[in-house]
């Protein structure tokens, strides 16, 4: 089955040759093609260029895109899907003047959110989710990184990652499972988080690995959850099991976590609310994506990733919705990058390839999306009919997407 695209209005994120991601000054450069076609056999792309004569009557189906813009989808390389409930009582409590720490200190936040998974079905926590999914797929997101976390017992953070393998098995887009058994110290290991990351390592490790629920290990480095040495040790306990790190650091505090992450090949850092001088050179040496999560710093209040610092100093970035239910109960990527244009000050093509290239670096598949190249897969966008790309994170709030495809096929 073959689909043209025609009438492109303009064609994004065009690549000639299969590049991993962008980085500084590169990313304000957004490759595009204007009065563009786009033809895609089955679930690929494999021809696209400037609409000539020879665009008609060589596919099965014809799009015409008259007015529109056609890009790869939306990557979100950092999400918390798979929850059960919400959290919005801890939302008002936060109007009422309470902070995040104090929440969490007062046993709400995360531990909040794993005593609701433990007591929903693996059946009734998949219909949740799937829903979320459903939703953040017709608003253009066509990969997803998905963590667990919410569980905090063996038993739980297994039917977490198993309705993450569900979620695989019935959607067509990539998506990824990240083990975050090291979310936060569940309350029956109260003082003894040593103890805790035992479990984590002995127990839950060995068991995850061997039902092959995993791609990733992750682990929340921070002052009041976990330290460096946790860090290190469940990081290295990963390895063994072939799990590469993509970490949560830097949300409040400087501990040292970006550095952990690149002794340990992070694939991600991710948050980055505060970064040092000294993590920024770490960064520098490393293939380490740091990822940007501005959504959780709009609804916590709290300082948004140094976007153009990082950028400026040549490094990569890569931006993602973390979708929980605590910090960022959105996962809606069109809003992530008008959020990085209007406060992270990043330019409309730097939030473009943040979302999409290097997204897809941060989620490992940049060789097969990420971006409009033959061969790669065609999850695309196809946006209703609007002046220009720099319209998507201008006009904030508006759905300015026509229709999403996932393997070529319209969903
Ligand atoms: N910071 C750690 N984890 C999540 C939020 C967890 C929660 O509040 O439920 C995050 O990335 O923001
Ligand atoms: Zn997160």
Not at 104 to 128: C, F, H, M, P
Not at 141 to 164: D, F, H, N, Q, W
Not at 167 to 187: I, S
Request: aromatic share 8%; with cysteine; charged share 20%.
């Amino acid at each position: 089955m073959t689909t043209i695209f025609i009438n492109i209005k303009e064609l994004l994120q065009t690549r000639t040759s299969t590049i991993e991601k962008v980085s500084g000054q590169e990313m304000k450069i957004l490759p595009s093609i204007k009065n563009a076609y786009l033809l895609v056999k089955d679930d690929e792309i494999i021809d696209y260029g400037v609409m000539n004569d020879t665009c008609f009557g060589i596919a099965d189906e014809v799009i015409d895109c008259t007015g529109k813009i056609v890009m790869p989808t939306w990557i979100d390389s950092h999400t918390h899907i798979v929850y059960a409930g919400n959290r919005e009582q801890e939302f008002v409590d936060r109007i009422n003047g309470l902070t995040y720490e104090e929440i969490a200190n007062r046993g709400g936040g995360i531990v909040n959110s794993a005593e609701k998974l433990q007591n929903t079905s693996e059946e009734d926590l998949y219909k949740q989710s799937k829903k979320r999914l459903e939703e953040v797929m017709q608003l253009g997101t066509g990969a997803v990184e998905i963590k667990s976390g919410y569980g905090l017992t063996p038993e739980a953070e297994m039917k977490m990652l198993r309705v993450i393998r569900k979620l695989k098995q019935e959607y067509k887009l990539p998506v990824k499972a990240t083990f975050l058994g090291a979310h936060a110290v569940p309350k029956a290991f109260k003082n003894n988080t040593a103890g805790y990351i035992d479990q984590v390592i002995n127990e839950m490790l060995p068991a995850i690995a061997n039902e092959n629920l995993a791609d990733y290990i992750d682990i929340f480095c921070e002052k009041g959850y976990f330290s460096i040495e946790d860090t290190k040790r469940v990081l290295a306990a990963g390895k063994k099991y072939g799990l590469k790190p993509k970490i949560h650091v830097n949300q409040f505090n400087i501990i040292g976590g970006v550095a952990a992450g690149v002794e340990y090949n992070a694939l991600s850092v991710d948050h980055l609310e505060v970064i040092s001088d000294e993590d920024i050179e770490i960064l520098k040496n490393s293939e380490t994506m740091p990822v940007a999560l501005p959504s959780c710093s709009y609804f916590l209040s709290i300082p948004y990733t140094p976007a153009r610092k990082l950028i400026d100093a040549g490094l990569p970035l890569a931006l993602a919705t973390d979708f929980n239910p605590g910090s960022t109960p959105s996962g809606n990527m069109n809003f992530v990058i008008s959020t990085a244009c209007i406060k992270m000050k990043m330019t409309p093509e730097e939030a473009i390839n943040a979302a999409t290239i290097n997204a897809a670096y941060a989620m490992g598949i940049s060789e097969s999306h990420g971006s409009i190249t033959v061969g790669k897969k065609a999850n695309l966008i196809l946006t209703k009919e609007i002046p220009s790309y720099g319209f998507l994170p201008y006009a904030f709030g508006t759905n300015n997407i026509d229709s999403v495809f996932i393997n070529g096929k319209k969903i």
